[in-house]
């Protein structure tokens, strides 16, 4: 039976390089869903990680509409979390048994956790909206208003619930941003009119404005008011930011927090800004940064081959490092999978990207994304 695990890195303990208090570099397993049908199955999945020398499983504790639903589970919804709450519909609990088997075999667990689409069984006026450039209309989103009191406050309670489990740590989802044309929810129209004694319109965000012919942004240029959103934007959710760490240690106070962000935050910060509201201050309040270096998307991004993506990721690795102040708190994860078709990229692309990180410091995280058994033996060399 073919097993599809989805992981982000393996290395064999021989090769696996240690920080100044002899910790080991975090070499993790990102499991995004497995075909393993009962615990016993999904234990022997644990000790090839373990042989492989990944020392971390992170672990999907949500399922979103669309989302897989593990195959050991005994699903009980449709959509929600893994774990005990009464703050969100319940999948099945399976981040107790899951995070017991991989202590078994001497693995670290983290959670990992979506925050703007926790909004499995909400009510009320929670969700935000966006502006759509192409009719010029606002429309609400699946997604939670991030200055709504209320949303938070649920958000931090179902967060205070996944840390009572004996986890080691959480890694937050890549939906912790605000796109350039989100935040209009209606507790972020009257926020906005208290903070800056104006109404809170799109319109005023930009002074031009091109669209393709599928209504994508073609160009658009952006005014003093967008930078002023956006960086009032980026303050709220470095707010919020440490009250979901707090509220996370309040229960389990060694829980170690890490974000997923876009490597443009260390590429282009200003387009980190515009586009995702994330800054580097952001970033600096977490344990770790898990910067989405995929080589593959920035070639299609960027129009640039191989050896310059490969480049790129080095010199993105060196600033999150003078980012974060150590390697060791900085996770550089490389794609293995075409987003578009799903196809397996070429183990000489993975190799040559792992080795361009490497270069840069032993010491920080390498992450491969995602790995469905396939042969990166290469990699114990």
Known sequence: MRYTIVFLFLLNFATISYSQDNTPAIRAAQVFHSEATNYIEFEKEIIHMKNL???TIIFRVFGNSGDRIYKFANPKSKVGVYFKTTRSPVIDDLLGNVTTLAHKHGIKVYAWMTTRHATYGVVGDVF????VLADKQYRKIPKLDLFNDKAIWD???LYKDLAKYPIDGVLI?????????EGFGTEARISYANTFGKTLDAQNMYSDLELKTNGRVKRIVYTDEFWQFQGWKNKRLNYIAQK???ALRETNLKLEVALNVSYELFYKPKNALSWFAHDKELARKFNYVAVMAYQDQMMKELHINLTQ???LIANNTRDAISVMGTPERVIMKIQTMDWDNREELPLREIRYIYEKVESVSPDVGIALVPWENRDFSFIKN
Do not use: K, P, S, T
Not at 128 to 131: I, L, P, R, W
């Open 244 to 246: 979901l760490i707090a």
């Open 53 to 55: 020398g990944i020392n």
């Open 155 to 157: 958000l931090e309670n």
């Open 173 to 181: 989802q890549d939906d912790f941003v605000m796109r350039h044309m």
């Open 309 to 311: 993506a490969g480049d």
């Open 128 to 131: 935000d909206q966006e502006y």
